[in-house]
């Protein structure tokens, strides 16, 4: 089995990108609906995020603007807060891969992956990626969002240039949805050692 790391920074079109790896038959790991599913209503961490963070919590899971609120800018209680939900995350990766374990490739979406994890384990890293004022454009039309957020969850993350830098293969996103799919047909035929369509 392959393991393909799938990142970018916020706005980029990782999520879509990701949808189009499931669409080619490639089973794909999200670190963030892994998240999501480990904070909302019923949540296996919501308990221990209230005990840490009183407040953030109700009936729907973890209120993720009262969490942001505490966490953003303030590295301790974001370093707090990884060690909560970092091991349970990896957990679930794992009995993902355990599920998938016949598949010549998988994806593992990790937003943070540079940030955060690395290249560990990894058989090459994609960059999913676009002009910038695309990307501004993509996030500042999402509910609730604002340019101090917007800076603020940049500043957390690696610039987009050293990223592509970093990465084994770039997924360009500012470009028609048909053209980022046809890459990412390409990449899988490329890491499966087909020959590209």
Do not use: N
């Not at 990884?82 to 679930?92: K, L, Q, R």
């Not at 917007?150 to 997924?171: G, H, S």
């Amino acid at each position: 089995m392959k393991i393909l790391g799938l990142t970018g920074s916020i706005g980029m079109g990782k999520s879509t990108v990701a949808a189009m790896f499931e669409e080619a038959g490639v089973p794909v790991f999200d670190a963030d609906a892994a998240v999501h599913a480990l904070q909302g209503p019923g949540g296996a961490l919501v308990s221990t995020i209230e005990a840490a963070f009183p407040g953030t919590t109700g009936s729907e899971g973890v209120d993720r603007a009262r969490l942001g609120a505490q966490v953003l800018g303030h590295p301790q209680a974001l370093a707090r807060l990884e060690s909560i939900v970092h091991p349970a995350v990896a957990e679930m990766r794992q009995r993902f891969l355990a599920e998938h374990r016949d598949a010549p490739l998988v994806v593992f979406d990790i937003p943070l992956l540079f940030e955060k994890t690395g290249g560990a384990g990894l058989a090459a890293v994609a960059v999913v990626s676009a002009p910038p004022e695309v990307q501004r454009e993509r996030v500042l039309a999402r509910p609730g969002m604002t340019r101090e957020k917007f800076e603020r969850i940049l500043a957390l993350q690696m610039p987009d240039a050293e990223k592509r830098a970093r990465a084994d293969f770039v997924i360009d996103t500012g470009v028609p949805h048909e053209d980022t799919r046809r890459q990412v047909r390409q990449l899988v035929s490329c890491l499966l050692g087909r020959e590209g369509r």
